[in-house]
């Protein structure tokens, strides 16, 4: 492991290519060799100047990490990196089936907390579970092979619209045990 060095982008930090498909074990042993090096315990007898630095230091290892390790932040990580923004705030427009089954899904959703059916939020988070695996899947083929960032922007929006059915399921779960 290279010692710390904030001008690398996230991937060189922790000496790995940048690429979607990440090997997450030597990602988190990466991590905890950087985070032993840069931890501002390591600090606590130096001047508070050195302090301060540490727990930059600190942050910026831990949020590398965050971006890393989920998906979907690492995906917009690396299409920034190529320069491309993934519009998720000022660009909705999808894919007509995918907008149907999305409505689907949260009439579902709703339906299932009103009946108090645990078993169907079950199902319904089985099949999310399995499409937003697809969703990546056909993501780091964009990405890695195809290298078509403009492509992957869609995925990761569509990406953004299953995290938030997410939430959707786990509020009806919370809502259903009060």
Known sequence: MQSFDAAKNHFQLFGLEPSFKLDLTRLEEAYRALQAEVHPDKSAHLADSEQRLAMQRSTIVNEAYQTLKSPIRRARYLLMLNGVDTQEETNTAMPVDFLMSQME??????????????AALDRLESVMKRDTRLLEELLAVKIDADRDYEGAALLVRKLRFMEKLAEEIGSAYDEIDN
């Not at 899904?105 to 645990?118: L, N, S, T």
Request: charged share 50%.
């Open 105 to 118: 899904w949260r009439e579902a959703v709703g339906e299932a907390e009103q009946k108090r059916d645990v």
